[in-house]
């Protein structure tokens, strides 16, 4: 089981709380950064036994919609 954090946290908040919850869970995870405009979203694989953290930031109520295609 690995475990992967899939965060969108443009300020880098967001991110230091999904930091702090993985690794609590398993120091050695790994982070797809949806705001790194290099990422070749076709490479990410997620087994069906994978802890997937996913974060990202709520501004007055609502959550960014992301569109992964």
Known sequence: ????RIVFSPTGGTDNVAKLIANNINKDHSTI???DSTLDLKKIR????????IAMPSY???AP???IN
Request: net charge neutral; hydrophobic share 45%; proline share 0%.
């Open 33 to 35: 950064d949806l705001c």
């Open 46 to 53: 997620i087994d069906k036994n994978d802890t997937v953290i």
């Open 65 to 67: 919609s992301i569109a």
């Open 60 to 62: 007055g109520g609502r």
């Open 1 to 4: 089981m690995a475990v992967k």
